[in-house]
């Protein structure tokens, strides 16, 4: 389906996220924010929900901290019980001190990683990804906001391009995408 | 939008503007290298280069090519490796517990800091890989079914956990620092003019396009990492403390060592960060991110870290007498007065004296003070080390096999390489990757930098902030 898209460019975060305030209370719908850096207290103007990641990240951590208890309680006490200066080695409670290091490492390891494994994935930031910012300036000192049509319908696009030039922008753009 | 007192020093010099940043950092990366980088990497590659001459006949002939004998079978080896691993706390430290503690003044050294940790790591994983002798059986340190029997590692012993502790390590901070690039990847990709270069940077920066979802997820990411990577900094010199700590030899089998390993690795890694930090902000052209202020909180790091150090080398001098074990009252005794009683007082001098002189507050925002002070520290760290290792072996129980330690020159070809190595890595990160961290750094500049912070707030609270 093709669409039409508005690309609002600011110069000014501050002024960007006041015209977001503005749009959204007439009922405009904006659909993307691309800036240089994370402007604070965007993502609730524009509905954007707080990112899950940081429960999954609890739960890879938590399959790692079992990973290594399971893994290591098989490989000590199961498997191969070994003598160390005679320390009990047929049951891992008594023994569990010497294995809190590497527990405590499997479950960083595997929080972390797991955590940013699946930022790559959602964000779909991957090696050989082509940008998709609208303006190359947007990674340096530059703004922009996108409003579709489509997803606007209330609005003319008069409209949403006269309400757009009152809140400060320094250029505005549209484009046809399919 | 955070507001501070106008009485703080700003953290960003002069009259910049967002776009003055992306070119204050990016100049450097898209301009041709300046001569003395290509003088300096020269060297550094050459002694590089020596180092892995040295490793290589090492592996050929194997480690009796070392100084070690029978009393000291555990020298230099070693020693580099804690120094390295040491040296290489002080990135993730900046960028993780600062984060926490919410300190901006991070933002302009966390990026090179990190990097200087990662290098440095990779320098200390090399020494017990090479001691192993024979590295293509590296892989058995890990826990792996094998052919020799149902045998595995064991996870009784604190040597598998640095095992898993510095690799874990190596790798969450490789993670941490390149999601911090990724955003400034994409500021160099845009700019590219040359195609080889835009190609490079579009491949490293996957692609990001700075959407509003993505700097939120970016944000908790940064968050939850810096939270995961704070107890494992503290983990993993603590684990490597318990390499000698756990053992029974006189002057290793001490339960300080671990809150005195880490205090010591900070204390290194932030002089090694001074270090760098003080030659790399003249030579790219930063003294308006990274000034006196930087340099006067990490000195302030130092002077406390070295205070902690200072007082665990009494407080385990003390104990070896409070004890009435004579074992370990020899040990310290031998340490202060016998044969390597000069390596002790250098120890001494550099790590406890030293850093107490930043108390005063010249002293401390001096640069040329503190870059001779950091490169002192350095020394005293590697000796602290070498008096922990060497003369805690060198006169065991049996004084017929007492010994002295002298290094060969391939001890000595391995750990300078190591250095040159070092330098070749950070110089070419120098030359090919932003040295600020651009997003974190424009993130700060309304609310720390000089133009801003002292400006009349035109954003529409006049009325209420107009004191600010």
Known sequence: MSDKVIYAMYDDDEVLKDGAKKLVSKGVKIAEVFSPFPIHGIDPIIGIKNTRLGIMAFIYGLTGLLLATVGMRFFMVTDWPMNIGGKPNFSYLDNILAFIPITFEFTVLCAAHGMAITYMLRNKTLPGMPAQNPDPRTTDDKFVMEIRLSENANFSESDLQTWLKETGIIELDQKEIN | ?????????????????????????????????????????????????????????????????????KTIGWAWDITNFVWWVGIGHAGTLISAVLLLFRQKWRMAINRSAEAMTIFAVFMAGLFPLIHMGRLWLGYWVLPLPNQFGSLWVNFNSPLLWDVFAISTYLSVSLVFWYIGLIPDFATIRD????????????????????????????????????????????????????????????????????????????????AMVQTLMLVMRKAMGLEAYIHTRHVEYMNIVIMVTGSIVGTAYITELFISWYSGVE???????????????????????????????????????????????????????????????????????????????????????????????????????????????????KTILKSSGESYKNAPDTHGHADSHSTH
């Open chain 2, 191 to 270: 700019r590219a003019k040359k195609p080889i270069s835009k190609k490079m940077y579009s491949i490293l920066s996957f692609g990001w396009s700075g959407r509003a979802k993505h700097w939120n997820r970016f944000e908790l990411v940064s968050l939850v990492l810096a939270g995961l990577a704070t107890p494992l900094v503290f983990s993993v010199h603590s684990i490597v403390s318990f390499d000698f700590a756990t053992s029974v030899i006189p002057g290793w089998h001490t339960t300080i060592f671990p809150p005195y390993f880490v205090a010591g690795a900070v204390f290194s890694g932030f």
């Open chain 2, 327 to 441: 074992y370990e009252a020899y040990a310290f005794f031998n340490r202060a007065t016998g044969p390597y009683w000069w390596a002790y007082w250098a120890m001494m001098t550099c790590n406890v004296v030293s850093p107490q002189l930043m108390w005063f507050r010249p002293l401390r925002r001096s640069l040329l003070f503190t870059f001779i002070i950091s490169i002192v520290v350095n020394i005293g760290m590697w000796f602290e080390r070498y008096v922990i290792i060497v003369t805690s072996l060198h006169r065991d129980y049996l004084p017929s096999s007492w010994s002295m330690h002298y290094p060969s020159h391939i001890d000595l070809g391995v750990y300078v390489g190591t250095i040159g190595l070092f330098f070749v890595f950070f110089l070419l990160f120098a030359r090919y990757f932003p040295v600020l961290a651009l997003n974190e750094v």
């Open chain 2, 1 to 69: 939008m955070h507001k501070e007192a106008a009485i703080r020093e700003p953290l960003i010099l002069g009259h910049k503007t967002y776009h003055d940043i992306t070119e204050d950092v990016c100049r450097p990366i898209e301009d041709k290298a300046p001569k003395m980088w290509y003088i300096l990497f020269g060297i550094a590659l050459i002694i590089g280069l020596y180092g892995v001459g040295c490793i290589l006949y090492l592996l050929g002939t194997g480690v009796g090519v070392w100084g070690l004998n």
